[in-house]
C-alpha cells in the first residue's frame, strides 16, 4: 500500500468524520462500531458523497458518480 493512497484514506476518513458531524473518529468509530450499518464515503477523487453501508463494504456503489467506489470507515481504517 501506498503512502499516497494512505494519505488519501485519511483525508477521506476526516471528510466523513466533518460531514456525519462527528467531533472525532473516535466517535465516529464508536457509532459505527454498535450500528448494523456504518457510514460510508465515495473514494473517488473530488466525490465526497456518503452513504449508510455494510461494516465491510468496500466497493460500494456511489450515486453521485456512478462507480463501485464507496468504502466504509471501518474498512478505511483496517478493522476489517
Ligand atoms: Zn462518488
Known amino acids: 500500500m501506498s503512502a499516497i493512497a494512505l494519505s488519501r484514506k485519511a483525508v477521506k476518513l476526516m471528510k466523513?468524520?466533518?460531514?456525519?458531524?462527528f467531533q472525532s473518529l473516535d466517535d465516529l468509530?464508536?457509532?459505527a462500531a454498535a450500528d448494523?450499518?456504518?457510514p460510508a464515503i465515495c473514494m473517488?477523487?473530488?466525490c465526497d458523497y456518503t452513504a449508510a453501508m455494510e461494516p465491510d463494504q468496500d466497493q460500494g456503489f456511489c450515486e453521485a458518480c456512478g462507480g463501485?467506489?464507496?468504502a466504509?470507515?471501518?474498512v478505511l481504517v483496517?478493522?476489517?
Not at 466523513?16 to 458531524?21: P, S, T, V, W
Request: charged share 10%.
Open 44 to 46: 473517488t477523487e473530488g
Open 72 to 74: 466504509s470507515v471501518l
Open 78 to 80: 483496517g478493522l476489517i
Open 68 to 70: 463501485n467506489t464507496i
Open 29 to 31: 468509530l464508536q457509532t
Open 36 to 38: 448494523s450499518v456504518c
Open 16 to 21: 466523513l468524520c466533518d460531514l456525519e458531524g
